[in-house]
């Protein structure tokens, strides 16, 4: 659902809808909160919407995957909408939620198990293809040196979206602009340990990188650390949420994933009587993912690239130009009859 609808609805919301008691609890994955990206963003979405519904939400803190099923079933005790966030989270999600059919449950880049139906769940994903592929061809734009890295967390299929994505956009720009482009590959196998960040990307960064993209978590706040250290001449490539401002000047743009557009639109539509159980999938189109706006960048990137990325945009929007979103669609990825403005 795009913003413009979802205004709609809320202002029809705001006049319609009664006064009632309800509360959401929000579980975050080990990750937590303070992440500046994944869980701050999905719980920047259910405040907004706490607050213009006028009721309660709470957040409950995963210190360890145990603590998934009991910080579940707790939340499901005494919530109307419980959010389970976090990939890992799929298995105890789907364990408590029949537990509780009264309870409306939404998970945040959670896939429902095949075969597994739930009536009070609704899961959301992201093509983080789509935002990755745009900062991948900026990179590959940008880049001096013509090595550019790649920093995961666990490689789980969100993470490597992201890479799939960013090596499409690279392969992109290399096709169309007769460049070639290295790509520097690491994962912290982590999401919540800024040094491992920081330690990869100073590696990424000795070995001739000048450009690292993370989507790693808070892990990536090590690798924009790691670029504001190298000074001028090196970037980073912020993840889930608009990072630009952790360093300005040093984080050349964000792949951005709207959780908290995700966020807003559940707890919107179980207040709306519109709660949709099964898989909902946010891209582009859909104003789910993205890319920043450059507030402290902008000024660097030559105004044609500029406009390459926005046609590009274009066409991805019109399904003419399809990123791929597994490692085999990116071997097999070839680069479609692109005419650029």
């Known amino acids: 659902m795009k913003m413009r609808t979802l205004l709609v609805l809320s202002l029809v919301l705001l006049v319609a809808l009664p006064v009632f008691a309800m509360k959401v609890i929000m579980v975050t994955d080990v990750g937590g909160l303070g992440d500046k990206s994944f869980n701050d963003g999905t719980w920047a979405g259910i405040q907004q919407a706490a607050e213009f ?31 389970a966030v976090g990939f890992m989270m799929t298995d105890a999600l789907f364990k408590v939620a029949p537990q509780f059919p009264d309870t409306y449950f939404i998970g ?3 896939v429902p198990p095949e ?26 734009a940008m880049t001096k040196t013509n090595i550019v890295g790649f920093i995961g967390g666990i490689p789980i299929p969100p993470v490597e979206r992201f890479r799939y994505g960013y090596e499409a956009g690279i392969r992109v720009y290399e096709e169309l ?26 590696a990424q960064f000795a070995e001739g990188a000048d450009i690292v993209f993370h989507a790693s978590g808070a892990c990536g706040n090590g690798v924009i650390e790691a670029a504001a250290e ?43 009587g519109t709660f949709t159980p099964g898989l909902h999938i ?4 859909d104003e789910g993912v993205g890319i920043s706006p450059m507030t402290y960048t902008k000024h660097l990137v030559p105004p044609q690239v500029l406009k ?3 046609f590009l945009k274009e066409e991805i929007k019109k399904g003419i130009l399809v990123v791929p979103d597994t490692q085999e669609a990116l071997d097999a990825f070839e680069v479609p009859a692109i005419t650029l403005p």
């Open 282 to 285: 946010l891209g582009i189109k």
């Open 308 to 310: 390459e990325l926005d």
């Open 108 to 110: 945040i880049d959670i």
């Open 115 to 140: 075969g597994v139906e739930a009536d009070n769940v609704a899961c959301y994903i992201f093509k983080e293809q789509e935002g990755a592929f745009l900062v991948g061809y900026l990179a590959a």
């Open 53 to 83: 519904l006028g009721i309660e939400a709470e957040v409950v803190q995963s210190h360890e995957m145990a603590d998934y099923i009991s910080n579940l079933s707790n939340a499901a005790k005494e919530a109307d909408i419980v959010f």
């Open 177 to 202: 602009h007769g460049k070639t482009i290295e790509i520097l590959r690491g994962y912290t196998m982590d999401f919540n340990d800024p040094k491992k960040g920081k330690d990869l990307a100073l």
């Open 230 to 272: 190298k000074g001028e001449g090196y970037f980073a490539i912020g993840v889930d949420a608009d990072q630009d401002y952790m360093a300005p000047g040093r984080v050349l743009t964000s792949s951005m994933k709207r959780v908290d557009v995700a966020a807003y639109q559940a707890v919107l539509s179980v207040a709306l």
